[in-house]
C-alpha cells in the first residue's frame, strides 16, 4: 500500500479512538516495552503525544524510564526537518509548540551521538520494519544522525501492515515496533 494511502487510513482509525481506549491500548505498549532487550543503556530519546492526534500516551513510558532512572531525551522541533534533543530534568519546561507538540523549552543539549535508543512515533508500519510518520522526515534525519547501533523502537496502536510500497532510501528502518498486542522484531 502506497504512503499517502497508508496515513489517510491510519489518520482514521486513530479518529475513531476514544481517549479511554488510546490510554489502554498506550498501557498495553508500555508493559510489552519492558520485554526489549534495550534496558542497560543510558540515554533514552522519548517522544511527548500530540493528544489532539491520538498518538500513543508515553506518560507510562516516561514513569518507566524514571523508575530505572534513565536520561531522557526529549526533542524539540528546530526548523522544517531538525530535532533538538534536550535531557529532561525536574526544572524542564513542556509547552506546545505551533503544530501543538508538545516540547521543552530549552534546557542541557544532548548531543544526538549520546543516544542509546530512540522510541519513535509513527501511524503505521510494516512487516519489514519501515515506518510511515505525518511524512515530515524528522525522524528519519534524526535517526540517520545517531549512532549506526542505536535502538530505533516504534510505538503503534495498530498490528503492522503487510508491506509498505513506496519506502524511500531515507527511510531508516525499525529495529522493534511495539503494539498492544504483540512485539515485532525486525
Known sequence: MLKKDLRLTYTKRREDLSPQTVSDLSLEIANLLLKLPIWDHSFYHLFLPITQKKEV????????????????????????????????????????????????????????????????PLLAFDLNGNRIGYGKGYYDVLLSKCRPDVIKVGLSLFEAEKKISDVSPLDVPLDYCVSPKQIYKF
Open 57 to 120: 500516551d508515553t506518560s507510562y513510558i516516561l514513569s518507566i524510564l524514571q523508575g530505572k532512572d534513565k536520561n531522557i531525551v526529549l526533542p524539540k522541533m528546530l526548523n522544517d526537518q531538525d530535532l533538538i534533543n534536550y535531557l529532561l530534568t525536574d526544572s524542564t519546561v513542556i509547552k506546545l509548540n505551533q503544530w501543538k507538540v508538545p516540547e521543552p523549552l530549552d534546557g542541557i543539549e544532548i548531543p544526538t551521538e549520546k543516544i542509546d535508543v530512540v522510541i519513535l
